[in-house]
């Protein structure tokens, strides 16, 4: 019988989350199967849960987007050469269990120099950030991007590709805990909202023209000040709701405001992009041009209750991860 935290009906975590045991299923052809070491908490993993997602969620579901675990079984035509590798076992099933099947094609191969907490945490925010500034935005030197509620994962990678793609970062947080270290990562500007406006600080940076494009993820009052601060065709993405509350679309009809989904490009992506993708991400961690920061907890699936807990408070560093091998 194998572990995994499951969900038959949509609601808040805590309330709808459940311990299950299931039984093994055979491996098709293709497929791998994989020990989870470790899999983080993201935002973008408990969203779905609450019913964000309902028209494409079919249930019951297993949550977790990303992890990385060992290849302990192989379908009739994997080559037997990935038994005991570390992988990322993504576009599969979901990652909080004991186990996890996918197609050995969408697998993620983690090189040697990358640590196990580091390759649980390659997937949702670093290739986010790195479409985003290489597809979507194509920033360059002359950019100047705008990230509000900087200080989380997301930011600080945001952070460090204003170092490789050589664009101007305006970083925007609520408070000074993270302003020295998203300056010594490549921030150009911290703004502390609760201190000052953030329009009329961004117009100063810029000499009244504002900035190139802006990454919201919180929505509401921050979002729609964030729109604010864009120069004229110019472009807003938003990548979350943390405020649980829609920005307006149709603030103004000369930038473009739009969200960004990282599963519309999975969508259409090659496997050879997809690879691709994953080696830039890979060469940047063993250049230590991205660092990833340190995880600050990590529970046994069967803690479900507190790593959420834990997760969804947003006061302290690091992400929490699920180490379903931790039997408490």
């Not at 497929?31 to 993993?45: F, G, K, Q, T």
């Not at 080559?79 to 979901?94: A, Y």
């Not at 920005?247 to 969508?267: C, F, G, H, Q």
Request: net charge neutral; proline share 4%; charged share 25%.
């Amino acid at each position: 019988m194998l572990s995994s935290l499951r969900y038959k009906q949509f609601g808040h975590p805590l309330e709808v989350l459940e311990l299950e045991q299931r039984v093994d299923v055979p491996l098709h052809p293709d497929e791998i199967r994989v020990r989870m070491l470790l899999s983080p908490i993201n935002p973008s993993d408990l969203i779905p849960i609450r019913g964000a997602y309902k028209h494409r969620i079919q249930l019951p579901a297993i949550p977790g987007y990303e992890g990385v675990g060992v290849v302990e079984g192989i379908g009739s035509s994997v080559p037997t050469t990935l038994l005991g590798k570390r992988v990322l076992p993504l576009r599969g099933e979901g990652t909080w269990q004991q186990y996890v099947k996918t197609k050995a094609n969408y697998a993620i191969r983690v090189p040697d120099e990358i640590d196990d907490e580091t390759a649980s945490q390659m997937y949702i925010n670093p290739v986010t950030a790195w479409l985003i500034c290489t597809e979507e935005l194509r920033l360059k030197s002359d950019d100047v991007l705008i990230v509000n509620a900087c200080g989380s994962a997301i930011g600080r990678i945001f952070a460090q590709f204003s170092k490789v793609f050589g664009y101007k970062l305006i970083a925007a947080v609520r408070n000074d805990i993270h302003t020295q270290e998203l300056q010594s990562l490549g921030a150009w500007a911290v703004i502390n909202t609760s201190k000052e406006s953030l329009v009329n600080r961004v117009k100063e940076l810029t000499d009244g023209v504002g900035a190139t494009a802006g990454i919201d993820s919180i929505g509401g009052q921050d979002g729609n000040e964030l729109i604010e601060c864009i120069r004229v065709n110019g472009t807003v993405l938003s990548i979350g709701l943390l405020s649980g509350i829609q920005i307006d679309w149709a603030k103004k009809s000369n930038i473009t405001v739009k969200p960004y989904w990282l599963r519309r490009w999975i969508e259409g992506a090659s496997d050879l992009q997809w690879h691709k993708t994953f080696d830039d991400i890979s060469n940047l961690l063993k250049e230590k041009k991205l660092i990833i920061q340190t995880a600050r907890e990590r529970f046994g699936l069967s803690e479900y209750k507190k790593a959420i807990q834990s997760a969804e408070y947003h006061g302290l560093k690091g992400k929490v991860l699920f180490a379903p091998s931790l039997f408490k």
